[in-house]
């Protein structure tokens, strides 16, 4: 007997009643223009986020025995630690900001599609080459005023329309529509397993999701249907049916 997609569906789910979050699956992106589309910074591993507050000293000779500490200017940095990958082309945006002194635009997204955007400057671009590991990077963000707070998605993603149709004899970019407009794609992958590239397969920015001809979509499809699946958040995954024909 042989294990049916309805089957799969109707598998027993665990109730989970844990509120924690998945550090793995929280991810930066980098702004490619004013869009803005989002680039994923690749070879993460961490990433964290620091937001202080300066200490001012507001202590008296009546103070008595402890001192007054008042909050004052606030400030936030981030870090990127990953695998250095080459010809990555979120690292070459942040490279050429360093280089060039200019800020960049960065959004940190967690798990559930929710985010947070703001300004940096790029203060420190690290490589490490060892001699016994692999090749890592370290850059550091300091914030060009503040960070915004968490941005929930305003609705849970979906696709407008789930299937279409393409030929094989005159092949065209395919273009999706993705709710809501602000919602991420983190993956894209073909009905054989084949995982799409940004920018070099196919773009995406503000809703619009578009299979490029010339990219790795055309050497992947088959006579008929073909399931795409694209991963929104860590837990939403959207089918889209593209059918290829003569």
Do not use: C
Not at 68 to 76: D, Q
Not at 146 to 161: N, R
Request: proline share 3%; hydrophobic share 35%; net charge negative.
């Amino acid at each position: 007997m042989s294990l049916t997609e309805d089957k799969i569906k109707n598998l027993p789910v665990m109730e989970e009643n844990s509120t924690a979050i998945a550090g793995k699956d929280t991810l930066i992106y980098v702004a490619l223009d004013s869009a803005p589309t989002w680039v994923l910074l690749g070879g993460q591993r961490n990433n964290p986020l620091s937001r202080k507050a300066e200490s001012i000293d507001a202590t008296s000779k009546d103070s008595g025995n402890y001192s007054t500490r008042l909050s004052g200017m606030l400030s936030w940095t981030m870090s990127y630690e990953g695998l250095l990958v080459l010809n990555d082309e979120a690292v070459e945006i942040l490279e050429n900001r360093f280089n060039n002194r200019k800020p960049v635009f960065i959004r940190q997204e967690y798990p559930d599609g929710s985010y947070r955007t703001g300004w940096a400057s790029v203060t420190a671009f690290d490589e490490d080459h060892s001699y016994s590991g692999v090749s890592t990077l370290k850059v550091t963000f300091e914030g060009k005023n503040g960070i915004s707070d968490v941005q929930k998605l305003s609705t849970t993603p979906a696709l407008s329309t789930a299937t279409s149709t393409v030929s094989k004899a005159a092949m065209t970019d395919v273009s999706i529509t993705i709710t809501p407009p602000e919602a991420n794609v983190r993956t894209v992958v073909m009905a054989d397993g084949t995982r799409l590239y940004q920018e070099v397969d196919y773009t995406y920015s503000q809703g619009t999701l578009k299979l490029l001809k010339n990219g790795a979509m055309k050497d992947h499809l088959v006579m008929g249907d073909n399931n795409i699946t694209i991963t929104i958040t860590a837990d939403v995954k959207l089918t889209y049916k593209l059918k290829l024909t003569a």
